[in-house]
Protein backbone atom coordinates (compact mmCIF):
# COMPACT_ATOMS: atom_id res chain seq x y z
CA UNK A 1 0.00 0.00 0.00
CA UNK A 2 2.72 2.34 0.44
CA UNK A 3 6.21 2.89 -0.60
CA UNK A 4 9.31 1.95 1.41
CA UNK A 5 10.07 5.52 2.24
CA UNK A 6 8.80 6.87 5.12
CA UNK A 7 8.71 10.67 6.25
CA UNK A 8 8.84 12.64 9.51
CA UNK A 9 5.56 14.66 8.43
CA UNK A 10 3.64 11.68 8.14
CA UNK A 11 1.34 9.18 10.28
CA UNK A 12 -0.67 6.12 9.65
CA UNK A 13 -3.17 5.84 10.76
CA UNK A 14 -3.54 1.37 10.46
CA UNK A 15 -7.31 1.10 9.05
CA UNK A 16 -9.23 2.94 6.27
CA UNK A 17 -9.95 6.95 7.59
CA UNK A 18 -11.90 9.40 6.56
CA UNK A 19 -12.51 11.97 9.45
CA UNK A 20 -9.90 14.68 10.44
CA UNK A 21 -9.89 18.03 12.41
CA UNK A 22 -8.19 20.30 13.97
CA UNK A 23 -8.24 20.60 18.28
CA UNK A 24 -8.69 23.90 19.92
CA UNK A 25 -5.85 23.73 22.44
CA UNK A 26 -6.84 26.05 25.34
CA UNK A 27 -4.48 24.12 27.57
CA UNK A 28 -2.37 26.57 30.29
CA UNK A 29 1.29 26.83 29.34
CA UNK A 30 1.15 26.55 25.32
CA UNK A 31 3.66 25.32 23.25
CA UNK A 32 2.80 27.68 20.10
CA UNK A 33 5.18 24.95 18.10
CA UNK A 34 3.07 22.28 19.10
CA UNK A 35 0.05 21.68 16.90
CA UNK A 36 -2.57 19.31 17.47
CA UNK A 37 -5.24 16.89 14.80
CA UNK A 38 -7.68 13.90 16.20
CA UNK A 39 -8.24 11.54 13.16
CA UNK A 40 -10.21 8.88 13.14
CA UNK A 41 -10.71 5.10 11.45
CA UNK A 42 -13.65 4.13 9.49
CA UNK A 43 -14.99 0.67 10.10
CA UNK A 44 -18.48 0.68 9.10
CA UNK A 45 -21.03 -1.40 11.77
CA UNK A 46 -17.75 -1.60 14.59
CA UNK A 47 -15.65 -0.28 16.88
CA UNK A 48 -13.55 2.40 15.93
CA UNK A 49 -10.79 4.51 16.99
CA UNK A 50 -9.69 8.23 17.19
CA UNK A 51 -6.09 8.97 17.61
CA UNK A 52 -4.91 12.64 19.06
CA UNK A 53 -1.23 13.33 17.19
CA UNK A 54 1.10 16.02 18.04
CA UNK A 55 2.91 17.75 15.28
CA UNK A 56 6.34 19.71 16.02
CA UNK A 57 7.20 22.09 13.56
CA UNK A 58 11.08 22.53 15.48
CA UNK A 59 11.67 19.10 15.14
CA UNK A 60 8.91 18.56 11.77
CA UNK A 61 8.21 15.84 13.60
CA UNK A 62 5.25 14.07 14.65
CA UNK A 63 3.77 11.61 17.45
CA UNK A 64 1.10 9.89 18.70
CA UNK A 65 -0.46 11.54 22.33
CA UNK A 66 -3.42 9.60 22.89
CA UNK A 67 -5.44 6.54 20.98
CA UNK A 68 -9.21 6.92 22.20
CA UNK A 69 -11.29 3.51 21.87
CA UNK A 70 -14.80 4.67 20.04
CA UNK A 71 -17.97 2.27 21.02
CA UNK A 72 -19.10 2.37 17.35
CA UNK A 73 -18.84 3.67 13.87
CA UNK A 74 -17.84 6.98 13.49
CA UNK A 75 -18.83 8.47 9.80
CA UNK A 76 -18.37 12.19 11.12
CA UNK A 77 -15.87 13.51 13.77
CA UNK A 78 -15.62 16.78 15.22
CA UNK A 79 -12.73 18.09 18.18
CA UNK A 80 -14.85 20.62 20.46
CA UNK A 81 -12.03 21.92 22.80
CA UNK A 82 -9.12 20.53 24.53
CA UNK A 83 -8.37 21.97 28.23
CA UNK A 84 -7.03 21.16 31.65
CA UNK A 85 -9.01 21.54 35.07
CA UNK A 86 -7.65 22.76 38.23
CA UNK A 87 -6.72 19.52 39.21
CA UNK A 88 -3.72 19.08 36.36
CA UNK A 89 -6.03 16.86 34.08
CA UNK A 90 -6.06 16.95 30.44
CA UNK A 91 -9.08 16.19 28.54
CA UNK A 92 -10.40 16.83 25.26
CA UNK A 93 -13.82 16.63 23.54
CA UNK A 94 -15.13 15.21 20.66
CA UNK A 95 -18.75 14.91 18.99
CA UNK A 96 -19.05 11.87 17.00
CA UNK A 97 -22.15 10.06 14.99
CA UNK A 98 -22.32 7.26 12.94
CA UNK A 99 -24.92 4.38 12.22
CA UNK A 100 -24.97 2.43 15.53
CA UNK A 101 -26.83 0.20 17.64
CA UNK A 102 -29.52 1.73 19.69
CA UNK A 103 -28.42 -0.80 22.57
CA UNK A 104 -24.47 0.08 22.03
CA UNK A 105 -23.94 -3.36 21.49
CA UNK A 106 -21.33 -3.84 18.73
CA UNK A 107 -20.36 -7.43 18.68
CA UNK A 108 -24.01 -8.65 17.89
CA UNK A 109 -26.17 -5.88 15.78
CA UNK A 110 -29.61 -6.28 14.74
CA UNK A 111 -30.42 -4.61 11.61
CA UNK A 112 -33.70 -3.29 12.81
CA UNK A 113 -32.00 -1.76 15.81
CA UNK A 114 -29.89 0.36 13.74
CA UNK A 115 -30.00 4.30 14.18
CA UNK A 116 -28.21 7.15 13.24
CA UNK A 117 -26.98 8.86 16.65
CA UNK A 118 -24.99 11.88 17.46
CA UNK A 119 -22.77 11.81 20.57
CA UNK A 120 -20.61 14.19 22.71
CA UNK A 121 -17.06 12.31 24.44
CA UNK A 122 -14.98 13.14 26.90
CA UNK A 123 -11.50 11.49 26.44
CA UNK A 124 -8.51 11.98 29.02
CA UNK A 125 -4.70 12.67 28.13
CA UNK A 126 -2.43 10.84 29.79
CA UNK A 127 0.77 11.34 27.48
CA UNK A 128 0.46 14.76 26.68
CA UNK A 129 3.42 15.89 28.52
CA UNK A 130 5.90 12.18 27.24
CA UNK A 131 9.14 13.76 26.40
CA UNK A 132 9.32 11.59 22.96
CA UNK A 133 11.56 13.59 20.94
CA UNK A 134 14.17 14.63 24.11
CA UNK A 135 17.64 16.22 22.48
CA UNK A 136 19.44 13.71 25.74
CA UNK A 137 17.78 11.03 24.24
CA UNK A 138 19.06 11.49 20.78
CA UNK A 139 22.30 12.79 22.20
CA UNK A 140 22.30 9.16 23.37
CA UNK A 141 21.65 7.89 20.46
CA UNK A 142 24.30 9.30 18.57
CA UNK A 143 27.23 8.59 20.66
CA UNK A 144 26.48 4.73 20.74
CA UNK A 145 26.06 4.97 17.16
CA UNK A 146 29.36 6.42 16.89
CA UNK A 147 30.82 3.90 19.26
CA UNK A 148 29.22 1.02 16.61
CA UNK A 149 30.39 2.47 13.78
CA UNK A 150 33.84 0.45 13.21
CA UNK A 151 31.66 -2.60 13.20
CA UNK A 152 29.23 -2.01 10.59
CA UNK A 153 29.48 -3.09 6.81
CA UNK A 154 27.52 -1.86 4.60
CA UNK A 155 27.14 -3.08 1.14
CA UNK A 156 28.34 -1.25 -1.85
CA UNK A 157 26.90 -2.16 -4.70
CA UNK A 158 22.91 -1.51 -5.80
CA UNK A 159 21.72 -5.26 -5.77
CA UNK A 160 23.17 -5.83 -2.95
CA UNK A 161 21.14 -3.01 -0.67
CA UNK A 162 17.90 -3.84 -2.94
CA UNK A 163 18.22 -7.20 -1.35
CA UNK A 164 19.23 -6.04 1.93
CA UNK A 165 16.51 -3.49 1.84
CA UNK A 166 13.83 -6.16 1.39
CA UNK A 167 14.90 -8.30 3.92
CA UNK A 168 14.93 -5.22 6.23
CA UNK A 169 11.58 -5.03 5.21
CA UNK A 170 10.30 -8.57 6.00
CA UNK A 171 11.91 -7.92 9.83
CA UNK A 172 9.59 -4.80 10.42
CA UNK A 173 6.63 -7.21 9.49
CA UNK A 174 7.58 -8.99 12.34
CA UNK A 175 5.79 -6.43 14.76
CA UNK A 176 2.55 -6.77 12.87
CA UNK A 177 2.95 -10.44 12.18
CA UNK A 178 3.05 -10.91 15.72
CA UNK A 179 -0.16 -8.44 16.50
CA UNK A 180 -2.29 -10.12 13.99
CA UNK A 181 -1.12 -13.83 14.80
CA UNK A 182 -0.13 -14.63 11.75
CA UNK A 183 2.30 -17.25 12.25
CA UNK A 184 3.40 -17.89 8.79
CA UNK A 185 4.40 -14.43 7.99
CA UNK A 186 5.98 -14.08 11.36
CA UNK A 187 8.15 -16.85 10.95
CA UNK A 188 9.25 -16.13 7.47
CA UNK A 189 10.52 -12.55 8.84
CA UNK A 190 12.12 -14.25 11.65
CA UNK A 191 14.46 -16.31 9.27
CA UNK A 192 14.95 -13.17 7.01
CA UNK A 193 16.20 -11.22 10.43
CA UNK A 194 18.76 -14.42 11.04
CA UNK A 195 19.75 -14.07 7.77
CA UNK A 196 20.76 -10.84 7.74
CA UNK A 197 22.25 -11.22 11.20
CA UNK A 198 24.27 -13.90 10.07
CA UNK A 199 26.26 -12.24 7.39
CA UNK A 200 26.67 -9.33 9.64
CA UNK A 201 25.20 -6.80 7.10
CA UNK A 202 22.91 -3.98 7.86
CA UNK A 203 21.35 -1.95 5.13
CA UNK A 204 20.67 1.28 7.55
CA UNK A 205 22.64 1.21 10.70
CA UNK A 206 20.69 3.59 12.28
CA UNK A 207 16.87 2.10 11.52
CA UNK A 208 18.41 -1.42 12.27
CA UNK A 209 20.22 -0.64 16.42
CA UNK A 210 16.91 1.37 16.92
CA UNK A 211 14.45 -1.62 15.87
CA UNK A 212 16.80 -4.20 17.55
CA UNK A 213 16.77 -1.67 20.91
CA UNK A 214 12.53 -1.84 20.43
CA UNK A 215 12.87 -5.55 20.80
CA UNK A 216 13.03 -7.08 18.08
CA UNK A 217 14.72 -10.28 20.29
CA UNK A 218 12.05 -10.20 22.30
CA UNK A 219 9.76 -10.53 19.47
CA UNK A 220 11.91 -13.43 17.91
CA UNK A 221 11.05 -15.92 21.65
CA UNK A 222 7.46 -14.39 21.28
CA UNK A 223 7.13 -16.14 17.63
CA UNK A 224 7.89 -19.27 18.68
CA UNK A 225 5.74 -19.78 20.66
CA UNK A 226 3.04 -18.09 18.66
CA UNK A 227 4.17 -20.77 15.82
CA UNK A 228 3.38 -23.85 18.15
CA UNK A 229 -0.45 -22.73 18.44
CA UNK A 230 -0.19 -21.39 15.10
CA UNK A 231 -2.97 -24.45 13.84
CA UNK A 232 -5.53 -23.03 16.10
CA UNK A 233 -4.87 -19.33 14.94
CA UNK A 234 -4.97 -20.53 11.17
CA UNK A 235 -7.41 -21.91 9.61
CA UNK A 236 -8.14 -22.92 5.72
CA UNK A 237 -10.66 -19.66 5.26
CA UNK A 238 -8.79 -17.30 6.77
CA UNK A 239 -8.62 -14.22 4.61
CA UNK A 240 -5.31 -12.96 3.59
CA UNK A 241 -3.78 -10.58 6.16
CA UNK A 242 -2.62 -7.07 4.94
CA UNK A 243 0.59 -6.59 6.85
CA UNK A 244 1.00 -2.71 7.06
CA UNK A 245 4.13 -1.39 8.55
CA UNK A 246 2.94 1.39 11.46
CA UNK A 247 6.14 3.11 12.14
CA UNK A 248 6.41 6.36 12.38
CA UNK A 249 10.00 8.01 12.24
CA UNK A 250 11.07 11.72 13.28
CA UNK A 251 14.07 13.17 12.42
CA UNK A 252 15.78 16.27 13.45
CA UNK A 253 16.93 18.72 10.90
CA UNK A 254 20.67 18.77 12.28
CA UNK A 255 21.11 15.04 12.75
CA UNK A 256 20.65 11.21 11.06
CA UNK A 257 19.00 9.61 13.59
CA UNK A 258 15.92 8.35 13.16
CA UNK A 259 13.77 7.37 16.02
CA UNK A 260 11.15 4.09 15.46
CA UNK A 261 7.41 4.65 17.48
CA UNK A 262 5.04 1.35 17.51
CA UNK A 263 1.69 3.06 17.62
CA UNK A 264 0.33 -0.76 18.42
CA UNK A 265 2.22 -0.73 21.93
CA UNK A 266 0.48 2.21 23.26
CA UNK A 267 -2.88 1.60 25.21
CA UNK A 268 -5.69 2.30 24.16
CA UNK A 269 -7.99 4.65 26.35
CA UNK A 270 -11.95 4.59 26.65
CA UNK A 271 -14.13 7.45 25.98
CA UNK A 272 -16.77 8.27 28.30
CA UNK A 273 -19.71 9.42 26.78
CA UNK A 274 -21.35 12.82 28.21
CA UNK A 275 -24.45 12.72 26.33
CA UNK A 276 -26.33 11.86 23.33
CA UNK A 277 -27.47 14.95 21.12
CA UNK A 278 -31.31 13.75 20.41
CA UNK A 279 -34.26 15.22 18.62
CA UNK A 280 -37.58 14.23 18.70
CA UNK A 281 -37.42 11.87 15.91
CA UNK A 282 -34.74 9.87 14.72
CA UNK A 283 -31.76 11.21 12.35
CA UNK A 284 -32.21 10.27 8.65
CA UNK A 285 -28.56 10.01 7.74
CA UNK A 286 -25.81 12.77 9.68
CA UNK A 287 -24.35 14.63 7.03
CA UNK A 288 -22.32 16.85 8.36
CA UNK A 289 -21.71 18.35 12.00
CA UNK A 290 -21.21 21.95 11.37
CA UNK A 291 -19.30 24.10 14.89
CA UNK A 292 -19.90 27.62 15.43
CA UNK A 293 -16.06 28.49 17.21
CA UNK A 294 -14.92 31.24 15.18
CA UNK A 295 -14.98 32.71 18.83
CA UNK A 296 -11.67 30.65 20.87
CA UNK A 297 -14.82 28.62 22.28
CA UNK A 298 -17.23 26.74 20.56
CA UNK A 299 -20.66 27.29 21.42
CA UNK A 300 -23.24 25.80 19.10
CA UNK A 301 -23.15 23.08 16.72
CA UNK A 302 -25.36 22.58 14.03
CA UNK A 303 -26.46 18.47 13.15
CA UNK A 304 -27.53 18.43 9.73
CA UNK A 305 -29.09 15.19 8.87
CA UNK A 306 -30.63 14.53 4.78
CA UNK A 307 -34.01 16.43 5.40
CA UNK A 308 -32.67 19.22 7.96
CA UNK A 309 -30.59 20.46 10.31
CA UNK A 310 -31.12 20.84 13.95
CA UNK A 311 -28.91 23.47 16.51
CA UNK A 312 -28.24 22.46 19.78
CA UNK A 313 -26.54 25.47 21.97
CA UNK A 314 -23.88 24.37 24.97
CA UNK A 315 -24.97 25.30 28.42
CA UNK A 316 -23.04 24.50 31.99
CA UNK A 317 -23.39 21.09 31.76
CA UNK A 318 -25.11 20.29 28.94
CA UNK A 319 -26.29 20.90 25.43
CA UNK A 320 -29.58 21.86 24.73
CA UNK A 321 -31.51 21.89 21.49
CA UNK A 322 -32.55 25.02 20.35
CA UNK A 323 -34.18 24.92 16.76
CA UNK A 324 -34.37 22.45 14.38
CA UNK A 325 -36.01 22.55 10.72
CA UNK A 326 -37.38 20.05 8.58
CA UNK A 327 -36.79 20.77 4.61
CA UNK A 328 -38.03 19.59 1.54
CA UNK A 329 -34.61 19.17 -0.06
CA UNK A 330 -31.90 16.78 0.58
CA UNK A 331 -29.12 18.46 2.24
CA UNK A 332 -25.18 17.25 2.19
CA UNK A 333 -23.60 19.98 4.13
CA UNK A 334 -23.51 22.94 6.20
CA UNK A 335 -21.48 25.98 7.45
CA UNK A 336 -21.87 28.47 9.92
CA UNK A 337 -21.33 32.67 8.97
CA UNK A 338 -18.28 33.28 11.09
CA UNK A 339 -19.72 37.23 10.21
CA UNK A 340 -23.47 36.88 11.05
CA UNK A 341 -24.87 35.30 14.40
CA UNK A 342 -27.49 33.67 13.49
CA UNK A 343 -27.30 32.48 9.32
CA UNK A 344 -26.04 28.46 8.74
CA UNK A 345 -25.33 28.30 4.62
CA UNK A 346 -26.10 24.54 3.20
CA UNK A 347 -26.22 22.48 0.12
CA UNK A 348 -28.88 20.91 -1.68
CA UNK A 349 -28.12 19.14 -5.03
CA UNK A 350 -26.10 22.23 -7.04
CA UNK A 351 -27.84 24.88 -4.88
CA UNK A 352 -26.74 26.86 -2.00
CA UNK A 353 -29.06 28.29 1.20
CA UNK A 354 -28.85 30.61 4.21
CA UNK A 355 -31.11 29.75 6.51
CA UNK A 356 -31.34 32.65 10.21
CA UNK A 357 -32.26 29.93 12.43
CA UNK A 358 -33.28 31.78 15.20
CA UNK A 359 -36.42 32.24 12.58
CA UNK A 360 -35.79 29.25 10.30
CA UNK A 361 -36.50 31.67 7.57
CA UNK A 362 -34.80 31.16 3.98
CA UNK A 363 -32.52 34.21 3.52
CA UNK A 364 -30.60 33.31 0.21
CA UNK A 365 -30.25 30.77 -1.98
CA UNK A 366 -28.24 30.63 -5.04
CA UNK A 367 -28.05 28.40 -8.39
CA UNK A 368 -24.44 27.65 -8.60
CA UNK A 369 -24.62 26.04 -12.11
CA UNK A 370 -21.82 23.28 -11.40
CA UNK A 371 -22.35 20.01 -13.61
CA UNK A 372 -22.19 17.82 -10.83
CA UNK A 373 -23.75 17.63 -6.87
CA UNK A 374 -21.87 20.41 -4.32
CA UNK A 375 -19.21 18.49 -1.74
CA UNK A 376 -18.51 21.81 0.43
CA UNK A 377 -18.60 25.21 1.11
CA UNK A 378 -16.71 27.67 3.42
CA UNK A 379 -17.19 31.50 4.39
CA UNK A 380 -14.22 33.86 4.13
CA UNK A 381 -13.42 34.42 7.17
CA UNK A 382 -12.40 37.92 6.96
CA UNK A 383 -14.52 39.52 4.08
CA UNK A 384 -18.20 39.75 5.03
CA UNK A 385 -20.45 38.47 2.25
CA UNK A 386 -17.96 36.04 0.57
CA UNK A 387 -18.39 32.23 -0.09
CA UNK A 388 -16.65 29.56 -1.70
CA UNK A 389 -18.45 26.18 -3.11
CA UNK A 390 -16.85 23.14 -4.70
CA UNK A 391 -17.92 20.53 -6.39
CA UNK A 392 -17.81 16.96 -7.81
CA UNK A 393 -16.75 18.50 -11.43
CA UNK A 394 -13.58 19.85 -10.43
CA UNK A 395 -14.65 22.74 -10.27
CA UNK A 396 -14.51 26.11 -6.86
CA UNK A 397 -16.41 28.82 -7.22
CA UNK A 398 -16.47 31.99 -5.41
CA UNK A 399 -19.68 34.01 -4.25
CA UNK A 400 -20.84 37.17 -3.58
CA UNK A 401 -24.06 36.79 -1.09
CA UNK A 402 -24.87 40.33 -2.46
CA UNK A 403 -25.18 38.75 -5.74
CA UNK A 404 -25.53 35.87 -6.47
CA UNK A 405 -26.64 35.82 -10.16
CA UNK A 406 -22.98 34.80 -10.63
CA UNK A 407 -19.96 33.66 -9.26
CA UNK A 408 -17.64 36.22 -9.53
CA UNK A 409 -14.53 33.82 -10.25
CA UNK A 410 -14.60 30.23 -11.12
CA UNK A 411 -11.27 27.63 -11.20
CA UNK A 412 -11.08 24.17 -12.59
CA UNK A 413 -8.48 23.14 -9.72
CA UNK A 414 -8.80 19.32 -9.76
CA UNK A 415 -8.66 16.49 -12.11
CA UNK A 416 -11.55 14.43 -10.06
CA UNK A 417 -14.06 15.19 -6.97
CA UNK A 418 -13.13 18.08 -4.65
CA UNK A 419 -13.63 16.61 -1.12
CA UNK A 420 -12.92 19.85 0.93
CA UNK A 421 -11.69 23.62 1.12
CA UNK A 422 -10.64 25.60 3.68
CA UNK A 423 -9.70 29.70 3.92
CA UNK A 424 -7.28 30.07 6.16
CA UNK A 425 -8.36 31.36 9.16
CA UNK A 426 -6.14 34.34 9.49
CA UNK A 427 -4.62 35.12 5.98
CA UNK A 428 -8.13 34.35 4.03
CA UNK A 429 -6.05 34.69 0.45
CA UNK A 430 -4.97 31.38 1.27
CA UNK A 431 -6.83 28.74 0.44
CA UNK A 432 -6.60 24.27 1.23
CA UNK A 433 -8.42 22.07 -1.24
CA UNK A 434 -8.35 18.28 -1.53
CA UNK A 435 -9.52 15.79 -4.06
CA UNK A 436 -9.97 12.00 -4.76
CA UNK A 437 -7.39 12.87 -7.60
CA UNK A 438 -4.92 11.91 -4.61
CA UNK A 439 -3.66 15.73 -4.43
CA UNK A 440 -3.58 18.28 -1.78
CA UNK A 441 -3.47 22.05 -3.19
CA UNK A 442 -2.65 25.14 -1.88
CA UNK A 443 -4.27 28.22 -3.66
CA UNK A 444 -3.90 32.01 -3.45
CA UNK A 445 -6.41 34.22 -4.16
CA UNK A 446 -6.03 38.07 -4.35
CA UNK A 447 -8.53 40.41 -4.20
CA UNK A 448 -9.17 43.53 -5.28
CA UNK A 449 -8.51 46.94 -2.63
CA UNK A 450 -12.34 48.52 -3.27
CA UNK A 451 -13.29 44.66 -2.71
CA UNK A 452 -15.77 45.83 -5.52
CA UNK A 453 -15.95 41.72 -6.68
CA UNK A 454 -18.43 41.99 -9.57
CA UNK A 455 -15.56 43.61 -11.75
CA UNK A 456 -13.96 40.57 -11.53
CA UNK A 457 -10.52 42.01 -10.89
CA UNK A 458 -10.10 38.79 -8.77
CA UNK A 459 -6.39 37.48 -8.73
CA UNK A 460 -5.79 33.51 -8.85
CA UNK A 461 -2.81 31.39 -8.09
CA UNK A 462 -1.94 28.05 -7.52
CA UNK A 463 1.37 28.01 -5.13
CA UNK A 464 1.55 24.23 -5.00
CA UNK A 465 0.46 20.88 -5.60
CA UNK A 466 0.86 18.20 -2.98
CA UNK A 467 1.20 14.77 -3.68
CA UNK A 468 2.46 12.62 -0.63
CA UNK A 469 -0.86 10.31 -0.87
CA UNK A 470 -1.29 7.48 -3.04
CA UNK A 471 -5.16 7.36 -2.59
CA UNK A 472 -7.80 9.76 -2.15
CA UNK A 473 -7.32 12.98 0.35
CA UNK A 474 -11.07 13.29 2.39
CA UNK A 475 -9.85 15.85 3.86
CA UNK A 476 -7.84 18.96 4.69
CA UNK A 477 -7.60 21.04 7.93
CA UNK A 478 -5.55 24.44 9.03
CA UNK A 479 -3.78 24.22 12.32
CA UNK A 480 -5.52 26.07 15.20
CA UNK A 481 -2.07 27.31 16.67
CA UNK A 482 -0.84 28.84 13.34
CA UNK A 483 -1.62 30.18 10.23
CA UNK A 484 1.23 28.14 8.63
CA UNK A 485 0.63 24.68 9.16
CA UNK A 486 -2.11 22.08 7.96
CA UNK A 487 -2.88 18.88 7.63
CA UNK A 488 -4.70 16.08 5.07
CA UNK A 489 -6.07 12.90 5.28
CA UNK A 490 -6.40 10.05 2.85
CA UNK A 491 -8.26 7.05 3.00
CA UNK A 492 -5.87 4.72 3.57
CA UNK A 493 -5.17 6.19 6.71
CA UNK A 494 -1.99 8.29 5.77
CA UNK A 495 -2.10 11.86 7.36
CA UNK A 496 0.09 14.27 6.05
CA UNK A 497 1.47 17.41 8.23
CA UNK A 498 2.53 20.43 5.68
CA UNK A 499 3.41 24.18 6.15
CA UNK A 500 3.20 27.06 3.42
CA UNK A 501 5.89 27.85 1.61
CA UNK A 502 8.78 30.26 3.01
CA UNK A 503 8.65 32.54 0.37
CA UNK A 504 4.66 32.63 0.43
CA UNK A 505 4.83 33.52 3.88
CA UNK A 506 6.98 36.76 3.20
CA UNK A 507 5.10 37.65 -0.01
CA UNK A 508 1.92 37.60 2.84
CA UNK A 509 3.80 39.61 5.58
CA UNK A 510 5.45 41.88 3.84
Not at 131 to 140: G, H, L, M, R, T
Amino acid sequence: MYSSKILKNTYYLPYKSKCLNNVNNRLPNQSYNLHYFVLSSYNPFSNNEIHLIEYNDQSLSIRNVEIFDHNGEIEQMVCLDMYGNEDGEKKVLICTSGFCSSGGNTNRMNINDMKYSCSLFIGHINNLDEKEYNENYIEEMTENVEREEDDIRHISFEDGQKREQRQLDEVVGVIEAEKSRDAIEARKAVEAWDAVKARGVYVDRKVDTLLEKKGIEETHQNINKLEENQNSHISNDMKEKEIRCELNISSRNNGNIKKVYLPGEKKKVPLNKLCDLKRSKEYDGIKNIAVDNYEKEFHRIAIIDKYSYNIFEKNKNDMNLIQSNNLKKELNYGVFDPHHENILAVISDIYIYGYDIKSNKEIFSAYTNHKSNLTSIDFNPNIPNVIISSSNDGFIKFWDLRYLKNSFLTINIHSHWVTSLNFNNYHDELLLTTSTDNTVKLHKIEYPNNLNLQKKETNYKLIKTYTDHEESVYKGIWSKTDAWVFASLSYDGKCVVNTVPTEQKYKILL
